[in-house]
């Protein structure tokens, strides 16, 4: 197994004394892109400034000062973000007893967290957070701390997740998602299938939204059609949108029954974010939604990771990648498709800017060892991680194999150059 360590950057700077250097430039050298072309990026003001052919950008007084990364070996890729992961209850299920809902417990689980999936390449993630009850809004508070403390490295959003909305029961938990969004949550969401009125809370949570001009996010296994529509037709045209997960119960209904909503769905413009990794604690049962069946019908599809090893899913890794890897080889998407489903989609379901490896589109950047997008869903093991136009992670694996007469007639690759004991 690769060592897969988080290590500082390799990069160099390149010295010059024209009164036009610009130190926080970066330049990519020799990458590869999807379409096959290699070249070199220039990124500037957390923006692509330049692609040119590789070698093209490399001179110029213009450009003295700068940083450049040799990305000789990979293939750049617009960063993925994470729309689905849980900040409070993330790497909690190493420790015995209860989840602990201390803030200063929160703050650093959440903390830790955003870094192994910045690791991983997400630059943005959607981290839903409960409020109310026992923690009221003090695990809220701790995630918009941790975001504070990301700043420049990853971008943390909070969705508040009251339990109840609805009946004498649910003033507090109102109350509470009102107070939740003066603090900073700027999505609001919950579970509606946990409330005894689900179409009552899902109001709550619109009109709440509507109030603070928020979007939003809710948990629901979609199993009951009827309550779906009903759900589409309330969230129609409200802008800046509305997103649904992981509605695995979908592929449990009859064929008519979810081709229909999935074209209600599509209809009233809702994201629904599939978890192909496992669930979460907010619902009853894993799956993947039906994928074919709601891209066909028009609706947008992203992937999230969900769990984060905590006790709905232990082993959780919170690996972008890895949620397309799945999306191909599992349920049968193109690898374009299924890292659409974790890159373009993700970010559009976050209400985040189109990226593009072109010049005028914002720096987040991913660059996996590989020449093509099905071999780095593969083996995606090292990564370097660009955000706002600077590297903010990199991950470097080393694969050794003793010596062999069979490699070396072969002439197979191979990337360490030691002897194996």
Same mark, same amino acid.
């Given at each position: !197994?690769?060592?897969?360590?988080?290590?500082?950057?390799?990069?160099?700077?390149?010295?010059?004394?024209?009164?036009?250097?610009?130190?926080?430039?970066?330049?990519?050298?020799?990458?590869?892109?999807?379409?096959?072309?290699?070249?070199?990026?220039?990124?500037?003001?957390?923006?692509?400034?330049?692609?040119?052919?590789?070698?093209?950008? %490399?001179?110029?007084?213009?450009?003295?000062?700068?940083? @450049?990364?040799?990305?000789?070996?990979?293939?750049?890729?617009?960063?993925?973000?994470?729309?689905?992961?849980? #900040?409070?209850?993330?790497?909690?299920?190493?420790?015995?007893?209860?989840?602990?809902?201390?803030?200063?417990?929160?703050?650093?689980?959440?903390?830790?967290?955003?870094?192994?999936?910045?690791?991983?390449?997400?630059?943005?993630?959607?981290?839903?957070?409960?409020?109310?009850?026992?923690?009221?809004?003090?695990?809220?508070? %701790?995630?918009?701390?941790? @975001?504070?403390?990301?700043?420049?490295?990853?971008?943390?959003?909070?969705?508040?997740?009251?339990?109840?909305?609805?009946?004498?029961?649910?003033?507090?938990?109102?109350?509470?998602?009102?107070?939740?969004?003066? !603090?900073?949550?700027?999505? !609001?969401?919950?579970?509606?299938?946990?409330?005894?009125?689900?179409?009552?809370?899902?109001?709550?949570?619109?009109?709440?939204?509507?109030?603070?001009?928020?979007?939003?996010?809710?948990?629901?296994?979609?199993?009951?059609?009827?309550?779906?529509?009903?759900?589409?037709?309330?969230?129609?045209?409200?802008? /800046?949108?509305?997103?649904?997960?992981?509605?695995?119960?979908?592929?449990?209904?009859?064929?008519?029954?979810? %081709?229909?909503?999935?074209?209600?769905? #599509?209809?009233?413009?809702?994201?629904?974010?599939?978890?192909?990794?496992?669930?979460?604690?907010?619902?009853?049962?894993?799956?993947?939604?039906?994928? =074919?069946?709601?891209?066909?019908?028009?609706?947008?599809?992203?992937?999230?990771?969900?769990?984060?090893?905590?006790?709905?899913?232990?082993?959780?890794?919170?690996?972008?990648?890895?949620?397309?890897?799945?999306?191909?080889? @599992?349920?049968?998407?193109? /690898?374009?498709?299924?890292?659409? %489903?974790?890159?373009?989609?993700? =970010?559009?379901?976050?209400?985040?800017?189109?990226?593009?490896?072109?010049?005028?589109? /914002?720096?987040?950047?991913?660059?996996?060892?590989?020449?093509?997008?099905?071999?780095?869903?593969?083996?995606?093991?090292?990564?370097?991680?660009?955000?706002?136009?600077?590297?903010?992670?990199?991950?470097?694996?080393?694969?050794?194999?003793?010596?062999?007469?069979? #490699? #070396?007639?072969?002439?197979?690759?191979?990337?360490? @150059?030691?002897?194996?004991?």
């Amino acid at each position: !197994m690769p060592d897969s360590q988080p290590q500082p950057p390799s990069s160099s700077n390149s010295s010059g004394s024209s009164g036009h250097s610009d130190p926080a430039a970066l330049l990519l050298c020799g990458a590869r892109l999807t379409d096959g072309r290699t070249v070199d990026v220039r990124l500037g003001g957390g923006r692509i400034e330049a692609v040119g052919t590789a070698g093209s950008l %490399a001179s110029g007084p213009a450009r003295a000062g700068g940083t @450049r990364v040799d990305l000789s070996g990979y293939l750049l890729l617009p960063a993925p973000a994470e729309p689905h992961a849980h #900040a409070d209850t993330a790497l909690s299920a190493e420790h015995d007893g209860p989840v602990t809902y201390e803030p200063e417990d929160v703050q650093r689980r959440a903390t830790e967290a955003a870094l192994l999936q910045l690791g991983h390449g997400a630059t943005a993630v959607r981290a839903h957070v409960r409020v109310g009850d026992v923690q009221g809004l003090g695990a809220l508070a %701790a995630v918009l701390q941790a @975001r504070r403390s990301l700043r420049g490295l990853a971008e943390l959003t909070a969705v508040a997740m009251p339990r109840v909305l609805t009946g004498l029961a649910g003033a507090d938990g109102l109350a509470m998602l009102r107070d939740a969004a003066k !603090m900073g949550a700027s999505v !609001m969401g919950g579970c509606p299938d946990l409330d005894p009125d689900p179409t009552g809370y899902a109001e709550a949570v619109l009109e709440v939204a509507s109030e603070h001009g928020c979007p939003v996010d809710l948990h629901t296994d979609a199993t009951d059609p009827a309550r779906l529509a009903r759900l589409a037709a309330m969230a129609g045209g409200m802008r /800046p949108g509305v997103t649904l997960g992981p509605c695995a119960g979908l592929t449990r209904l009859p064929a008519e029954a979810a %081709a229909r909503v999935a074209d209600q769905l #599509a209809a009233a413009g809702v994201t629904v974010v599939c978890l192909p990794q496992g669930g979460c604690g907010s619902v009853d049962r894993r799956g993947t939604a039906p994928l =074919r069946l709601l891209r066909a019908a028009g609706v947008r599809v992203a992937a999230g990771s969900g769990a984060l090893r905590d006790l709905s899913n232990p082993v959780g890794r919170g690996d972008p990648l890895e949620a397309a890897y799945l999306l191909a080889s @599992r349920h049968g998407l193109r /690898p374009e498709d299924a890292y659409d %489903a974790v890159s373009a989609s993700a =970010r559009a379901a976050l209400g985040l800017p189109e990226v593009r490896v072109e010049a005028g589109f /914002p720096a987040e950047l991913l660059a996996v060892r590989g020449h093509h997008l099905a071999g780095a869903l593969s083996l995606a093991y090292s990564r370097i991680v660009v955000h706002r136009g600077r590297v903010v992670a990199r991950t470097s694996a080393v694969r050794e194999y003793c010596n062999s007469a069979v #490699a #070396a007639e072969l002439g197979l690759p191979r990337q360490g @150059r030691g002897e194996l004991s």
